[in-house]
Each structure stands twice: as structure tokens, then as C-alpha cells.
């Protein structure tokens, strides 16, 4: 398996269409809450949201899509919403999968499965089975993950693997048991609902994404919206460390 080295490592030019995309899909609630609506009435909303989505992106040819659906630290909501949340996964597997294969798309779900019931972690497991020899658009879905539960589950993989080395890592060494390590490094972040935080996102992939944060709450979050993001990530210089200068000069 080829795995893809730090992007720090060679400059993605930013005048492109983003290869790889990662979402922090936040507001659902209080979009609900505007309307008078139950919370979970801005989680099925959401859903739409995620469908035109990957429309969009198959069509300005994004590489990888990644949306943060779960975060670890999501348990602590009040359990009817949790179980709520549980079943519209369920639901949207049941329902999309099959939509997503004819599509050519590759479903892969990150994150720790153990605490989701059985029948969920067979769905999920069938999904990416399904579709995993897809050569389109890679979807990942973050459910029940961290961005410290990844770099420690990583750490502890490559410590069992590479025992005599400890002492002595390397950056290369950790990223093979990273959960992504399928997909260059996100180019764009982008976290909708007007929070300026990575709640525990991808925390090592993310070291020189450019990020976008937009007050829209995610169920309004249109392709308007989205074009409004890739605009902006059009503009800026991605530098990794470097001057501006040395941008301009060949073989930095
Ligand atoms: C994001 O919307 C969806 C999940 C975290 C599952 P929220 O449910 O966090 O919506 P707000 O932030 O309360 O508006
Ligand atoms: C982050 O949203 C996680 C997801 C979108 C799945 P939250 O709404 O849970 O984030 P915090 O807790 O407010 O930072
Ligand atoms: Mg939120």
C-alpha cells in the first residue's frame, strides 16, 4: 500500500480545486431550534445537506470528502439524541449505499466502532466492502472518533510493530497507522455553524490545512456556501514555512 507523505513535504498549489476537503458539519440544533423544531429536525436536515454535498464534489472532481458526523466526545449529549443519531446512520447507509457504488464512490468509516451495536459495525463493514474497489470520490466518515484516540491508537500500533525503534520515531513511522493514511493530508477545512475550534478533529492531519469557518448553520449550507469556501481557499498562498519569495522560485 502506498501511503502519502507529509504535505508539508511538497507545495499543493491553493489555485486548485481542492484534492482533499474535511467538514465539521456543526448547527444542526440550532437551526432546528430557530424553527421551533426538535434537534433531531436539524439532524435530518443535515442529511440533505450531506447528499448535495457529494454531488457537488463529484462534479468539481474532489478527491477526498471527509465529514465529521461523531465525535467521541458526542456520548455525552442526553442518550435519546445519541440514539437518535445512532439511527439515522443506520437509516442513511441503508438507504444511500447503494446510490453512493453506481457513483463510483469509496465509503470508508473512521473512528472507534466498538461501542456501536452489531448490526451497525455488519452495515458499515458490508458499505465499505460494497464499494471499496471504486476508483471516484472517497468518502470518510468520521463516527465515534478523536483526533487523540487516532495519533494514541497509531502510537500504540507502531510501537508493537517496531519495538527496537523505541526512542527513536519518526514522523513516517507513526503515519502508516494513522486512520487516514489512505488520503493525502485535507488541503481545506472548513466547520460550518460559526464555532472557531477543531473539537478534536483531525488533529495531525490538519497541521497546514488552510481553514474556513462560516457562521451558516450546516442544514443551510448550500452550494453557494460551499463555493464561497473553495473561493476563499483559491486565495491564499499555502506556504509551509517557506517565504513568500521562495514560492516563486523552482524547486522549493
Ligand atoms: C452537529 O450539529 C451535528 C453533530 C454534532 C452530530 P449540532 O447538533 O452540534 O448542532 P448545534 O451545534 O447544537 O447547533
Ligand atoms: C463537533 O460538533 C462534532 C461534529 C460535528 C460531529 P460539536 O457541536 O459536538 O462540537 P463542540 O462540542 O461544540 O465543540
Ligand atoms: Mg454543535
Known amino acids: 500500500m502506498a501511503f502519502f507523505t507529509s504535505a508539508t513535504q511538497s507545495i499543493p498549489s491553493a489555485a486548485e480545486i481542492p484534492k482533499h476537503i474535511a467538514i465539521i458539519m456543526d448547527g444542526n440544533g440550532r437551526w432546528a431550534r430557530k424553527r421551533f423544531l426538535p434537534r433531531i429536525a436539524g439532524h435530518k436536515r443535515g442529511v440533505e445537506t450531506v447528499r448535495d454535498l457529494v454531488k457537488q464534489c463529484i462534479s468539481l472532481k474532489v478527491d477526498y470528502l471527509t465529514l465529521f458526523a461523531f465525535s467521541s466526545e458526542n456520548w455525552r449529549r442526553p442518550s435519546e439524541e445519541v440514539s437518535f443519531l445512532m439511527g439515522l446512520f443506520m437509516d442513511a447507509l441503508k438507504r444511500e449505499v447503494a446510490k453512493l457504488h453506481q457513483n463510483n464512490i469509496k465509503l470508508i468509516m473512521i473512528g472507534d466502532r466498538s461501542r456501536f451495536d452489531a448490526a451497525l459495525v455488519a452495515k458499515i463493514e458490508a458499505s465499505e466492502q460494497l464499494t471499496a474497489n471504486n476508483t471516484g470520490l472517497t468518502l470518510t466518515i468520521a463516527a465515534n472518533y478523536g483526533g487523540r484516540w487516532d495519533i494514541l491508537?497509531?502510537?500504540?500500533?507502531?510501537?508493537l510493530a517496531a519495538p527496537q525503534l523505541a526512542g527513536h520515531y519518526q514522523e513516517d513511522h507513526l503515519t502508516p497507522y494513522l486512520s487516514m493514511n489512505y488520503a493525502p493530508?485535507?488541503?481545506?477545512?472548513?466547520?460550518?455553524?460559526?464555532?472557531?475550534?477543531i473539537s478534536n478533529f483531525l488533529l495531525w492531519q490538519l497541521a497546514y490545512t488552510e481553514l474556513y469557518f462560516t457562521d451558516t448553520l450546516w442544514p443551510d449550507f448550500n452550494e453557494t456556501a460551499f463555493n464561497l469556501a473553495i473561493e476563499s481557499y483559491q486565495k491564499r498562498e499555502r506556504r509551509f514555512g517557506r517565504t513568500s519569495e521562495q514560492l516563486s522560485e523552482p524547486n522549493v
Open 153 to 159: 491508537q497509531a502510537a500504540n500500533q507502531m510501537q
Open 185 to 197: 493530508e485535507p488541503d481545506l477545512f472548513i466547520r460550518t455553524g460559526g464555532e472557531k475550534r
